[in-house]
């Protein structure tokens, strides 16, 4: 009954974009017709009265938004070619499956997805499609390379290092080049239940309590027009040189801001990089890997082709890459860090940016995770990774957990005694504190030499300035000179038991390591004697 001029159907997840998508090129080629679809996974999007900020159980209401907006532009690039994105509802491979059995389609076209998540989920769609005789594709296009391909050419583990990644990886494939006129229609609906592309207030979120949304706005069109506002400046592009760049400069930030696009496959990573190669060959002096433009994509490829060749990969028990190391367990801090409460104003206007934006420099999410963990509070880095996957617009499983890992010292990087100032380290971008000054409004009036560090700010100042410590802006929850001592005492400790166990750290060897620092640390009473001073 199949003949060569029946159904498709292309199942949208990330890769929400026209451009350079194999997978809905294959769906349309010779198909009769063709359908288009998302489902909303109550899984991400169903509204979590109880989490800490407005949003679902997984993803705060900047992402939610910014997805959203992204499929209203896909409806509408789908809909000038002839065809439109046909929402459901439900558990993404119940719905899949319905629709299979509802529709004469011959095929089934959806981009690979490395994430466990989504691994689990395409084996039951692949499975049911196989047997019933519906050829399934499913294209590596989320990133540049084939991370299954790389694992191989290592003799089956990720690399781990990103000098070896890059040498093996060599040139990736060039995209897609296709341009449609038009698509082919959808099919008959059968029996089920489509909708047009949900609001916030459709979806739950009509009373969330928001101040101040990402101003970043999801979709293809918004993505590609910021890449080709990119790709004007030649010389900023050839030039291109990270760590360096501003963390303090908001109103224009000083990256490209495009890793929500990429996260969400609204922008092509080939795509990209390829319009980088091509200013590169007009510009022989250019930057190169790891500091560069196509630097920054290779590390994204590193930490997905990491996170996939790694089990466990997004956890310290159970994570060979991950060192065994006694975080502390104290809710108190996490808040105070989670809140931007931690009286440190560089590390609060960084968490209050977050929280608003879903969004900051790469050397600001560095200062507060370094200071969330090995520099300062000693607090696990799942739990600054939760925080993160949950507000950052841009949050991506394989990147977010190599990225906690490296700035904990768990993995990847081990020089722990280097430590991000959260008092000199954003002074160094911003003398004036303009950043603190527009996140922090109760800071505006202090004056540049105190910003950084106001519980040093005479008490004459702080009234002139309408900002007492202690009232109106909160104390600092450690000393950072003697936290960050202990800090390295503490992984110094930790990674002596990794060295000589071998790695293989158990439960036990963990308490009582816990239990020793614990006792070494209460013979200190050093920061008791801090907060009495400061509140004197």
Known sequence: MMGSGSGSLVWFRKGIRIHDNPALEFASRSASHLYPVFVIDPHYMKPDPDAFSPGSSRAGLNR??????????????????????????????????????EWNVSKLCFEYDTEPY????????????????????SPV??????????????????????????????EPPSPLTTVYSSLPPVGHLGSCDISEVPTITDLGYGDAEQDEFSPFKGGESEALKRLDECMKDKKWVANFEKPKGNPSAFLKPATTVLSPYLKFGCLSSRYFYQRIQDIYRSMPKHTSPPV??????????????????????????????????????????????????TGFPWIDA???????????????RHSVACFLTRGDLFVHWEKGRDVFERLLIDSDWAINNGNWMWLSCSSFFYQYNRIYSPTTFGKKYDPNGDYIR???????????????????????????????????Y??????????????RRKMGEAYALNKELNGLVG??????????????????????????????
């Open 64 to 101: 939610i938004k910014f997805l959203l907006e992204s499929l209203v532009d896909l409806d509408l690039n789908l809909k000038n070619l002839g065809s439109r994105l046909l929402i459901l509802k439900g558990d993404p491979a119940e719905v899949v499956i319905h629709c299979l059995k």
């Open 118 to 137: 989504y691994q689990a989920l395409d084996v039951k769609v692949k499975n049911f499609a196989l047997a019933a005789g519906i050829e399934v594709f």
């Open 507 to 536: 439960e036990d060897d963990l308490k009582n390591l816990r239990r020793k620092l614990d006792e070494s640390e209460r013979q200190e009473p050093e920061g008791k004697r801090y907060k009495q001073k400061l509140i004197g």
């Open 438 to 472: 527009h996140f922090l409004p109760v800071l505006k009036d202090m004056p540049k030499e105190y910003i950084y560090e106001p519980w040093t700010a005479p008490k004459s100042i702080q009234t002139k300035a309408n900002c007492i410590i202690g009232k109106d």
């Open 141 to 170: 296009s989320h990133t540049l390379f084939n991370p299954t391909d790389i694992i191989q050419k290592n003799g089956g583990k990720p690399p781990l290092s990103y000098q070896s990644f890059v040498k093996l990886a060599g």
């Open 292 to 341: 560069s433009l196509t630097g920054q994509l290779l590390w994204r490829e590193f930490f997905y082709t990491a996170a996939f060749g790694t089990p466990n990969f997004d956890r310290m028990k159970g994570n060979r890459i991950c060192k065994q190391i006694p975080w502390k367990d104290d809710d108190k801090l996490l808040e105070a860090w989670r809140e931007a409460r």
């Open 474 to 487: 909160p104390i600092p929850v450690v000393s950072h000179d003697s936290a960050s001592k202990e800090c």
């Open 350 to 364: 960084i968490m209050i940016q977050l929280r608003r934006w879903g969004w900051m420099h790469h050397l600001a």
